[in-house]
């Protein structure tokens, strides 16, 4: 177990000499410990470790340790991992595929408010963290040139340029970080995935869905809800479509009690809703479709690094879990209250069977 990539923990317990942990593994933080307040204490639970008896000065080794930690700032940075999310650096080991909001957050600028404070502050400590031995930082760049900056997927030659720019400037803020590399027929084969799909019966079928939920529905009339929306999906191709009907179903069973309704943050339903405001809402999940299959076809140590919340509420909802022995990228997921708050054991049948069917 020596061997494998760690994170050394030092405790220093008021007139005792500080304990040492080696941490190997910790459990995902779950969805809920997302929206705290500042100053807010996290429980760190982990799950494969070893500790230096300061009694005697050797290693143990052990397991289910519960360490209470808070930080100079509440999170503002979030690693998607297996089950959940985690501060990114409790991540092990450190293979991140990064968002375009992290990229825009390594960009040297004079102008500072609060938030870019604190994100800068959490992206910093990554550098700090990368010593005497410790894991080694690595920085995958894909999704920022997937994503581009114009609205719409790049070209091949335009996806290339954005990946150069990223890594250069993710090298202009890191200076031991490395960076993932792919040859040219690995890029062409992850830009064609996203440039060639069509989602025009998508966008369609989004657009007439959000009349339905564009506001919050009455709890005796959701069931209704849902059958229009199950019956409008039977005129579309919604081959593409799994995460953003989810996202809409989220929408139409998201809780009057709970004002953070992540699903709304994501798809931003409104009256006039036009293509562009659909691609935000894909690009959001196109970041968690790529990370799906980076883990399958490339390491399943691969977290995804992103500072929007939203998406972090999401992922850590959704679990998803690979099929590791299928040939083509195939998961499942959680269909439970956490992503459709207010619906009954009943219509979460309904909800299964129509998303099997995608």
């Known amino acids: 177990m020596n061997n494998k990539e760690s994170i050394y923990i030092r405790i220093e317990p008021d007139g005792e000499k500080p304990h040492y942990i080696q941490a190997y593994k910790f459990k995902p933080l779950e969805a809920n410990e997302l929206n705290h307040q500042p100053d807010h204490e996290f429980l760190l639970h982990i799950v494969e470790s070893r500790y230096l008896n300061p009694k005697n000065e050797e290693w143990c080794e052990n397991e289910n340790i519960n360490i209470p930690i808070s930080f100079k700032y509440n999170p503002v940075i979030f690693a998607l991992v297996d089950d959940g999310w985690l501060p990114p650096v409790f991540v092990v080991p450190k293979l991140y595929l990064i968002d375009r909001n992290i990229l825009s957050s390594l960009m040297k600028s004079e102008s500072k408010n609060e938030y870019s404070i604190k994100k800068e502050w959490w992206l910093s400590i990554f550098e700090s963290d990368d010593t005497s031995g410790g894991p080694t930082i690595e920085i995958n760049t894909l999704f920022v040139a997937i994503e581009g900056e114009h609205r719409k997927y790049p070209n091949f030659l ?162 998803p879990k690979i099929n590791y022995e299928s040939e083509h990228l195939s998961y499942t997921f959680s269909i439970s209250n956490e992503l459709f708050e207010d619906a009954s054991p009943e219509e979460l049948v309904v909800i299964r069977n129509l998303l099997s069917t995608l």
């Open 158 to 319: 335009q996806f290339i340029s954005e990946e150069k720019i990223a890594n250069e400037i993710v090298k202009n803020f890191y200076k031991k970080i490395k960076i993932t590399t792919f040859s040219t027929e690995q890029k062409e084969i992850i830009h064609s995935h996203f440039k060639n799909k069509n989602y025009s019966d998508l966008f369609k079928f989004t657009q007439k869905s959000i009349g339905y939920i564009i506001n919050p529905i009455k709890k005796n009339k959701k069931h209704e809800t849902l059958l229009k929306i199950i019956e409008l999906s039977k005129n579309y191709n919604l081959a593409e479509s799994r995460h953003i009907v989810i996202l809409i179903l989220s929408c139409l069973y998201g809780s009057s009690k709970n004002p953070y309704n992540f699903a709304r943050k994501i798809i931003k339903p409104q009256k006039s809703y036009k293509l562009e405001n659909f691609y935000n809402s894909i690009s959001d999940l196109s970041f968690i479709e790529l990370m799906l299959l980076l883990k399958r076809y490339n390491s399943p140590n691969y977290s995804g690094l992103t500072a929007d919340r939203h998406l972090a509420y999401y992922w850590s909802r959704l679990k």
